[in-house]
């Protein structure tokens, strides 16, 4: 079993940043690729963006690339969501997913990830 601990996220004004954190426990030898997706009431979970598990291939939703960086410490078992220039539109909730099967398709649906953090509300006021 994976644990996945997202951090608070926060409410931030238009055009301002923000970083959240995702902390795992239990058998995190066993994660590779990791995510983070968000969540609007009512709707489905969408991508976000994607790392592999050195860190060396990543994705990004059209939405956020060029905004948003993904990053992760191995040695701390955290994945990273950077956050910048926040819009109204990107308020959600944001969770963080962690894929234990082997093998890499770039991560960007939500089938491909075995756990889930509990999500974590992020709002951005225009």
């Known amino acids: 079993q994976v644990q996945l601990v997202e951090s608070e996220g926060g409410l931030v004004q238009a055009g301002g940043s923000l970083r959240l954190s995702c902390a795992a426990s239990g058998r995190t030898f066993s994660i590779g690729a990791m995510g983070w997706f968000r969540q609007a009431p009512g709707k489905e979970r969408d991508f976000v963006a994607a790392?592999?598990?050195?860190?060396?291939?990543?994705g990004y939703a059209d939405s956020v690339k060029g905004r948003f960086t993904i990053s992760r410490d191995n040695a701390k078992n955290t994945v990273y969501l950077q956050m910048s220039n926040l819009q109204p539109e990107d308020t959600d909730v944001y969770y963080c997913?962690?894929?234990?099967?082997?093998?890499?398709?770039?991560?960007?649906?939500?089938?491909?990830?075995?756990?889930w953090g509990q999500g974590t509300q992020v709002t951005v006021s225009s």
């Open positions: 997913a962690a894929r234990t099967r082997l093998g890499w398709n770039g991560g960007r649906t939500t089938r491909e990830y075995d756990y």
């Open positions: 790392i592999s598990w050195s860190g060396g291939s990543t």
